[in-house]
């Protein structure tokens, strides 16, 4: 018996046919753009602002326009007073300028929303915060424009994400942007204070003398001869009130790209002696 079919049949076979293709297509189209890196997903983007976003490490927080990084929830404005604005943990928001698939112009806030833009705008979403940090921090080795320097902070402020041995290979690379090895040498120091005071007992001490003291770490802080960033390395390891580490830490992490304060930096995030 010849079977036979109604063109009805034919469009009915035809139509399922190229949904199933259609759907074919649409996996295999998600799947390449899962595999893509967030790299990648970047320099294809068209010219225009690229958008994504990801967790904060916790302590971190802001209003879309301040940041901070205290873990108290507060805001400073600039180099005056602490503000009294609304301060939510995250996420991180990341804005590029970006033209013929290199990155422009790099902007970082915590919370808030978008703002508007009026050329084109790519958002890529969420990312996991380990890819978002990579990425910046690979970003901050490979420009040469004030981008590098711009990636560096919001890689330290992301979720679960040790940032400091990348900021140590960063600050020791001399093919590396001078202004952005600056600020790994300075974020270094923020999370190198962070560890070297980590477990110690507050001392507790008279504020003014303690003020006193301060002021003369940071008087030997000006002083640009070898034996004042000895003396600051001496008080950084081994000065038993630990604000005075602190301080001392910090203001070697101005000093710029000194071998000795690299070396320090390390064994102190490394667990040093």
Same mark, same amino acid.
């Given at each position: ?68 990084t205290d873990g108290e929830g507060r ?15 995250? !996420? ?36 996991? !915060? ?23 902070? !919001? ?103 000194? !071998? ?14």
């Open positions: 018996m010849m079977s036979h079919s109604t063109p009805g049949s034919r469009k009915l076979r035809l139509t399922v046919t190229g949904f199933a293709l259609t759907a074919a297509f649409l996996v295999l189209g998600a799947s390449e753009l899962l595999g893509q890196t967030l790299a990648s997903r970047v320099s294809a983007a068209p010219d225009g602002y690229v958008r994504f976003q990801y967790e904060a490490r916790p302590g971190v927080c802001g209003n879309g326009n301040w940041i901070s805001i400073r404005s600039g180099d005056s007073d602490d503000c009294d604005c609304a301060c939510e943990e995250g !996420p991180v928001r990341i804005e590029m300028q970006v033209e013929d698939g290199v990155v422009r112009d790099l902007d970082a806030d915590v919370g808030g929303s978008w703002g508007t833009r009026s050329g084109r705008v790519t958002d890529l979403g969420e990312m996991s !915060p380990t890819e978002a940090a990579d990425y910046l921090l690979n970003l901050a080795e490979s420009s040469q424009t004030g981008v590098a320097e711009d990636a560096i902070f !919001p890689a330290t402020i992301a979720r679960g994400v040790e940032a400091w041995p990348r900021l140590l290979q960063i600050a020791r690379n001399d093919e590396v942007r001078s202004k952005a090895r600056r600020q790994a040498v300075f974020w270094l120091g923020q999370e190198a204070s962070e560890s070297a005071t980590e477990g110690l007992e507050s001392i507790i001490q008279d504020e003014d003398e303690l003020e006193v003291r301060e002021s003369a770490v940071f008087a030997l802080s000006q002083r640009r001869e070898d034996a004042a960033v000895d003396a600051l390395i001496r008080i950084a390891r081994d000065h038993e009130e630990p604000e005075l580490r602190k301080t001392a830490i910090f203001w070697l992490g101005q000093r710029g790209e000194d !071998p000795r304060v690299l070396d320090l930096f390390e064994e102190l995030l490394a667990g040093g002696p």
